[in-house]
């Protein structure tokens, strides 16, 4: 269930599938406060990923560019607090990984309707880039993408699945990655839906 992906990245095998149902219903409550939106990218686009988060910072995109943000643009208040269970899969995830003194301030939260996806890109708007970032995906399975250190690395694709964590750290931490389009499907918990967590040292 432990597999080395690249150098410094490791996929955990449904490493959160136990605690899925705690988390959907967690996501729930913060989608209450900050709801899901398709953002604007600075090129003028909306993404088809509609994104949340909790923590003390939340990942935006708009016509300014992409930073991370105290505040939710949308309703001018901060992000919601990063529920303990997700901040504690977080910190466990990295440790599982190899990655001690992991303390996340921001959870980027992705949902995905079919035909949803990510286009190749690095995450490189955080501060820390020392710092790994961990995954976690529940629903939908989806075909993820990733690289190398360019964009014109050759890719190698894996599947994600329901529970799936990956951690990103050391050299793999700025590979280019993305998710290919996703395929209708009816998930027991999510129907229709992927959603997938991000966490990251982002101030
Ligand atoms: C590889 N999310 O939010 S998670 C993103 O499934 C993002 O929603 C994807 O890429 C998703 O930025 C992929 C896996 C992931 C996350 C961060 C990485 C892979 C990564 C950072 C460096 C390299
Ligand atoms: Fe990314």
Request: hydrophobic share 40%.
């Amino acid at each position: 269930w432990r597999e080395a992906l690249a150098e410094g990245a490791v996929i955990l095998r449904r490493f959160a599938t136990r605690e899925a149902c705690v988390l959907l219903a967690l996501i729930a409550e913060v989608a209450k406060q900050a709801p899901f939106r398709r953002m604007a990218t600075p090129g003028g686009h909306t993404m088809s990923v509609a994104m949340t988060g909790c923590g003390e910072r939340g990942w935006v995109s708009d016509a300014r560019g992409y930073r991370y943000s105290r505040l939710d643009p949308q309703s001018a208040l901060p992000w919601p607090p990063m529920p303990k269970p997700l901040l504690q899969l977080a910190k466990r995830s990295a440790g599982e990984a190899g990655y001690t003194g992991f303390h996340p301030d921001a959870c980027l939260i992705n949902r995905y309707e079919p035909g949803a996806k990510m286009s190749l890109h690095q995450d490189r708007d955080e501060s820390d880039l020392r710092a790994p970032i961990v995954s976690v995906s529940l629903g939908l399975p989806a075909r993820f993408l990733f690289g190398g250190a360019t964009r014109t690395a050759p890719t190698q694709r894996c599947l994600l699945e329901h529970g799936d964590v990956v951690v990103w750290g050391g050299a793999s931490r700025l590979f280019y990655h993305g998710v290919q389009p996703l395929r209708l499907g009816n998930h027991p918990l999510t129907g229709a839906y992927r959603y997938n967590l991000t966490f990251r040292e982002a101030g």
